[in-house]
């Protein structure tokens, strides 16, 4: 069982891992992943409701 265990984190610690590429906020990178076809049909929305019964919890006193 412990030599598993030991195979196991040696292979863990010896597998390289390759991290994902940071953020760039130009067109570039925009351009570089296209959306799928299905999106445009998908209407997401979001919606945000505010008003008097979201601040149930609030009093004066």
Request: proline content about 3%.
């Amino acid at each position: 069982m412990n030599y598993l265990l030991f195979l196991l984190l040696l292979i863990c610690l010896t597998t390289p891992a390759k991290a994902q590429q940071s953020y760039q906020a130009n067109w570039e990178s925009l351009k570089k992943n296209q959306t799928p076809e299905w999106f445009k049909d998908a209407k997401f929305d979001i919606f945000i409701h505010w008003g008097v019964y979201s601040m149930s919890a609030f009093t004066n006193t």
